[in-house]
Structure formats: C-alpha cells, structure tokens
C-alpha cells in the first residue's frame, strides 16, 4: 500500500516536473491563433496585430489560422478539441459568450473546454451601408428600410457574430424583420458591400474605418456613448435617432484547457506586452478602438467578464426566439 502511495507520488511528481521543464522550453516552435472568421475581416485585422506583438514579446512566430464558419462557433469547436501544449491560442469575440444560447448542439463548453488568458480590446461598430443606398441619414435609413422591407438585404457574419447581434438588437428597435445574408466573416460580406450585391450592416470599426474615409461606402452612426475619436465627423446612434443604440465588441485570448498554468502565464505576459505595443496602440487608435486596462488583460477579468456576458445574452437571446440547431 504504502509502495502504491510512493509510486503515484513519484509519477506525479515526475510529471511536474516534465510539464515544467516543457514549459521552460516553451516557445520553442510556431504557435498557431485560430481566427474563427474570414482573413481580412476585423476579428482577423486584431488577431494580426496582437499575434504579431505577441510573437515578437515571447521571440516566437505566431501564426493565424482562420477556420470560418458558423458565427465562430466552427473555429472555437477545433480550438476545443486541440492539444493543450500551448501551441494553439484562440482569439475569439462577443460570440463566444453568445454561442450557448444560440445554438443548441454545441459541440464544446465555453466555460470547461478553454482555459482565458485575457481580454484585449472592445470594438465599436458602425451602420454602414453601399455606397449608392438612397437614404441619407439614420432617420431617412429606418424609413427607406421599414418602406422596402422585403427588398432591402442586411449582411452578417452568421448567428452569434457581432454583425448578427447588432443586426438583431436593430430590428428590434425599429420593429422590422429583415433579409440577412450570411458569410463567413464580413471581410467578404464587406466585399460584396462595396460592390452593391447586398444593401447593409452594422460592422466593426476595425473593418469599416478605411471604408469610410476612402468614401466606398456610406455611414450612418457609431454604436458607442460617445463618438470615436478617429471618425469624428460620424455621429453616434443615440445622436442619430436611436437612443441608448450602443454595443462593444469585447475581444479576448483562450487556449484549450488543460494548458499548463506556466505556459498561460508566459501568453498573459506575451498579451500585456502586446497591448503596450507603439504600433498596436498606434493602429487601434486609427482603427477606432484602444487596448483593453492592464488589470483586464489576464485570465481572471476574462473568466468573470464571460461568466457575465453569457448571463447578460442568455434571456436576450431567448426573448428573441433566434437559434441554430
Ligand atoms: N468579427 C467577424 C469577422 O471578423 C464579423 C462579425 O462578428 O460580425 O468577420
């Protein structure tokens, strides 16, 4: 008996041991982030530059890997299924919180199959539209869009993406039901945008800023309290007409679970820096966002931000009847 006890402590702590010495090690190869939308959307346009800074901070290559679909939900099952050894990290939205309420057979739980390593940055969005959309203002739009419901097309990056829940809270505002086409990410849906194949949607700033300045595409309002310093000239929803319209896209870093504790610490430390970063800070700010509060980048602010935004969309989501089987 008293041998048993040694040999398990033994094993034990021979496994200690080799997890420590792994990750002392670590990084010592690539590094893959799974991006779960389109390249060239926005969730890509952050994960590139956080990858980058990251990469540079633990001088290893970090590499993105977009695996779309689903509103997130197909890259995040994967990540959820990857070997915990730290050389798959995830980056991932709002959708990660809204993804248990919208669809019924997820395949992963977001809360046991991943382990937070912290929140990065909270994204405005904005209403914008193809360039030759007749209305001219967010009064004009609601009128055109409640007069032509069965006409107008709204873009979304599917269910749970953050194109599809500002699509949901908007409809419900105006009381319209509209035709949503879905893609796999609103880097294409933005293509399809500027080419005039679909009229609408609501978007992230760090997708639509360049957009909006080079005059490809029309804007209506900024679903923040205030405006965004880097569009000065677009006013908010609130401003526009819609009162208390606002909604932050709240992005975060996870690994599977499992990953070793040194290792999330040596991602935390990676992320902090990354979020110190001139070019980071620099790119953000001309992208209309900013790098989250140091004491929100690591795995406990993320872990009791999640456990709240999944709270917080449960019963929105249930009211609204909106699901994926
Ligand atoms: N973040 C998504 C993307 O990168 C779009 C969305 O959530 O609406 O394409």
């Given at each position: 008996m008293i041998g048993r006890i040694f040999v398990s402590t033994l094993m034990c702590l021979s496994l200690l041991i080799a997890s420590q010495a792994f990750a002392e090690d670590y990084p010592s190869k690539v590094i893959t982030m799974i991006i779960p939308f389109s390249a060239g959307g926005p969730t890509d346009t952050v994960g590139r530059l956080i990858g980058k800074a990251m990469g540079e901070s633990m001088k290893a290559q970090i590499i993105i890997e977009n695996v779309a679909g689903a509103g997130g939900t197909i890259g995040a099952a994967r990540v959820a299924r990857s070997?915990?050894?730290?050389y798959t990290i995830f980056l991932h939205h709002i959708g990660q919180a809204t993804a248990p309420a919208l669809?019924?057979?997820?395949?992963?739980?977001v809360f046991k199959d991943f382990e937070p390593i912290g929140l990065i940055t909270d994204v405005p969005m904005t209403l914008v539209a193809r360039k030759d959309f007749p209305p001219n203002n967010l009064q004009e739009l609601i009128a055109y869009v409640k007069a032509n419901k069965d006409k107008v097309t709204y873009a979304n990056a599917?269910?749970?993406a953050a194109s599809h829940l500002s699509g949901m809270l908007f409809m419900s505002a105006i009381e319209t039901a509209l035709t949503t086409i879905p893609y796999k990410g609103t880097g294409p849906a933005m293509n399809d945008l500027m080419g005039g194949q679909v009229d609408f949607m609501i978007d992230q700033t760090t997708n639509t800023t360049s957009q909006i300045k080079g005059g490809k595409i029309k804007v209506y309002g900024v679903t923040t309290k205030t405006r965004v310093p880097s569009l000065p000239d677009v006013p908010t929803m609130h401003e526009a007409g819609l009162p208390n319209f606002e909604v932050a896209v709240w992005h975060a870093l996870y690994a599977p679970k499992g990953t070793p504790k040194p290792i999330i610490d040596k991602l935390v430390k990676a992320l902090k820096d990354a979020l110190k970063d001139s070019n980071v800070k620099q790119r953000f700010a001309e992208l209309g966002t900013e790098p989250v509060a140091?004491?929100?980048?690591n795995p406990e602010a993320l872990s009791t931000h999640l456990k709240a935004e999944v709270d917080k969309w449960a019963p929105i989501i249930k009211k609204a009847g909106v699901y994926a089987d």
């Open positions: 070997d915990p050894d730290g669809y019924r057979k997820l395949s992963y739980d599917g269910l749970g140091d004491n929100r980048a």
